[in-house]
T-cell receptor, first 114, second 116 residues
Framework: EAQVTQNPRYLITVTGKKLTVTCSQN?????MSWYRQDPGLGLRQIYY???????DKGDVPEGYKVSRKEKRNFPLILESPSPNQTSLYFC?????????????FGPGTRLTVL | AQTVTQSQPEMSVQEAETVTLSCTYD???????LFWYKQPPSRQMILVIR??????QNATENRFSVNFQKAAKSFSLKISDSQLGDTAMYFC?????????????FGTGTKLQVIP
């Protein structure tokens, strides 16, 4: 089954404790993105990747890191999480940019930073 | 930078009736793509419909259609014959299409309630 998976689905952590949220897709997509969703703000793009070793900042990259060492994986790293990073996070992937490259979203990761 | 505005935070519609959700955007780009996504209570993001800016014809997917007015920078979603399963948050999204970029801007969403 074609899908985007994220792990963990739920995470509660404390300020400053490094964490990684994994994202994996099995559709051989070139593009992958990370978003955060906050009430009243919709989804905001954190980082995106056009292919292996090629990444670029979205609208809210501060406090996050990403890497794309393999085509299927695109982990999101919070080196020193803070409470303002408490949010619902989505990973998405697509074949190509544009409308042909419809984004497929993962199920989301609910992160709480205390 | 692009902005996407959804001016209706919440809407309701009677089952079987028609409802229109509005979306406006601001951009200086000429090549771009527009999307409507649905987010039911499960939180899963589901593509409803998409539109290429270079196409004049409005996109249609079964009961869902858009009214794309490029000059006015407007991209509204019409849901016909509303069903209970249409109850969800709806997000409008803009994708810039320049040199391989995939920068995407979402609106703040419209919460749609379909009333039996």
């Amino acid at each position: 089954e074609a899908q985007v998976t994220q792990n963990p689905r739920y995470l509660i952590t404390v300020t400053g404790k490094k964490l990684t949220v994994t994202c994996s897709q099995n559709m051989n997509h070139e593009y992958m993105s990370w978003y955060r969703q906050d009430p009243g703000l919709g989804l905001r793009q954190i980082y995106y990747s056009m292919n292996v070793e090629v990444t670029d900042k979205g609208d809210v990259p501060e406090g996050y890191k990403v890497s794309r060492k393999e085509k299927r994986n695109f982990p999101l790293i919070l080196e020193s999480p803070s409470p303002n990073q408490t949010s619902l996070y989505f990973c998405a992937s697509s074949f190509t940019s544009g409308a042909r490259g419809t984004q497929y979203f993962g199920p989301g990761t609910r992160l709480t930073v205390l | 930078a692009q902005t996407v505005t959804q001016s209706q935070p919440e809407m309701s519609v009677q089952e079987a009736e028609t409802v229109t959700l509005s979306c406006t955007y601001d951009t200086s780009e000429n090549n771009y793509y527009l999307f409507w996504y649905k987010q039911p209570p499960s939180r899963q993001m589901i593509l409803v419909i998409r539109q290429e800016a270079y196409k004049q014809q409005n996109a249609t997917e079964n009961r869902f259609s858009v009214n794309f007015q490029k000059a006015a920078k407007s991209f509204s979603l019409k849901i016909s014959d509303s069903q209970l399963g249409d109850t969800a948050m709806y997000f409008c999204a803009f994708m810039k299409h320049t040199g391989g970029y995939q920068k995407v801007t979402f609106g703040t969403g419209t919460k749609l309630q379909v009333i039996p």
